[in-house]
């Protein structure tokens, strides 16, 4: 469930599509470069992070644990093969992609007659739930479900085999109004889709108005975002005080923030190397649900903010390679890319989405993460082939 099985079907397409890469030998953009530019920095604070010197790899058959330890190397290489699959993904074949396009509308659609169901009978699905596992990760897992589905009503929309554009706005209504429902019962804690709701309305609309530019508009300002994130929470904890007044969980995100954003002032420059925030376990007494005083994590895990989270372990020189690979994306999406509305529209939910869960819930580094966003990255690049094959012959 959630995103959790995007990271090895990625992985799998990479794998499997390896002699792909010798023979056809692609070229490589501007942007590609400087992704592979902070990759290579990634490895680089591996050197310095608090756990340097624990083992790269475990691998014991004995036990049968086989695992990537470093947080760094995983990160690296997760993103190198998925976006190798991607590349991959767009070589198929131009008749494969109108049935990807279909793969999508029958698996999306499922999704979407699940998520109806979760409308109309929670408490049935509580108590299935209930039934296949623990209530700690059944709830969690279902956060991770209406996360991700929130980036995919655009392209459900896209998928919709209808021209109407009326339809679709009211398809698109329907979903966000139900997801809405879903995410405001009060046993999910997912501040972040609820927030993602507006926002990937608010840009759904945009990209009707602006086209393909939507992509410069994103890039820019995900630049923006990274980089002067420091900055909005230094505002931010002035503008709280002390937080007293604030709700429990807002004021202790708030104070992660603060203690995050002090740790970077330290080193500002390098930052503190890929993998070290997991490891600041200062905790702080806080009133559980019960009324019990209990030690609770400042960082729990990880920072829960992309801007705070890339500043803290890869410094500034991080930062401005990660705003870099951003604008320079969004300056090549808006000079090649599909002008169809669909596909625009789609990838427009996807990358405002990824943002708003990247800054407010999911760890920079998950895989599994941006592996859900890269599989439906590329049922938009089907919608995108499938329109091009209407127009015109692709090789």
């Not at 990807?100 to 299935?128: C, D, H, K, N, T």
């Not at 202790?252 to 002090?262: E, L, N, T």
């Not at 869960?357 to 089907?382: E, H, P, R």
Request: glycine letters at 8%; charged letters at 10%.
């Amino acid at each position: 469930m959630g995103a959790q099985g995007g990271a090895p079907v990625m992985t799998l397409i990479g794998v499997l599509a390896l002699p792909l890469l010798i023979w056809k030998r692609p070229k490589i953009s501007l942007d590609f470069l400087v992704f592979c530019a902070f990759l290579l920095w990634i490895v680089i604070t591996v050197t310095w992070a608090d756990n340097h010197g624990n083992p790269l790899v475990e691998f014991d058959l004995s036990t049968g644990v086989i695992a990537v330890k470093s947080a760094g190397l995983r990160i690296v290489l997760s993103a190198l093969i998925f976006a190798y699959a991607f590349w991959a993904l767009s070589q198929l074949k131009a008749e494969r992609y109108n049935r990807a396009v279909w793969a999508g509308r029958i698996g999306l659609g499922i999704q979407a007659l699940l998520m109806v169901g979760w409308v109309f009978a929670f408490s049935a699905l509580e108590a299935y739930g209930r039934s296949q596992t623990d209530e700690a990760s059944m709830y969690q897992n279902m956060m991770r479900v209406v996360n991700i589905s929130v980036l995919m009503v655009p392209l459900l929309v896209a998928l919709l085999p209808v021209r109407n554009v009326w339809v679709k706005a009211a398809a698109f209504v329907l979903c966000m109004v139900g997801l809405f429902i879903i995410a405001r019962r009060p046993v999910l804690d997912v501040s972040a889709a609820i927030l993602a709701i507006p926002a990937v309305s608010l840009m759904v609309g945009l990209s009707f108005i602006l086209k393909q530019h939507i992509y410069r508009l994103l890039g820019y300002g995900t630049a923006a975002l990274i980089l002067l994130m420091p900055a909005f929470i230094a505002l931010l904890s002035r503008v709280a005080g002390d937080g007293a007044s604030l709700p429990a969980s807002f004021k202790s995100r708030i104070d992660s923030y603060q203690y995050v954003f002090a740790r970077i002032q330290e080193k500002f420059l390098f930052g503190w190397g890929v993998g070290t925030t997991a490891g600041w376990d200062e905790t702080t007494r806080v009133a559980a649900p019960d009324g019990t005083i209990v030690d609770y994590p400042i960082v729990p895990g990880h920072p829960h903010n992309g801007g705070l989270h890339v500043w803290a372990e890869t410094g500034l020189i991080g930062a401005l390679l990660l705003a870099a690979f951003a604008i320079l994306l969004g300056e090549r999406l808006a000079r090649t890319s599909n002008k169809n509305t669909d596909v625009i529209m789609s990838a427009t939910g996807i990358w405002t989405g990824a943002l708003i869960l990247a800054s407010l819930s999911y760890s920079l580094w998950n895989d599994a993460f941006w592996g859900a966003i890269v599989l439906c990255a590329s049922c938009t690049m089907a919608i995108s082939r499938s329109t091009q094959m209407k127009t015109q012959k692709l090789p």
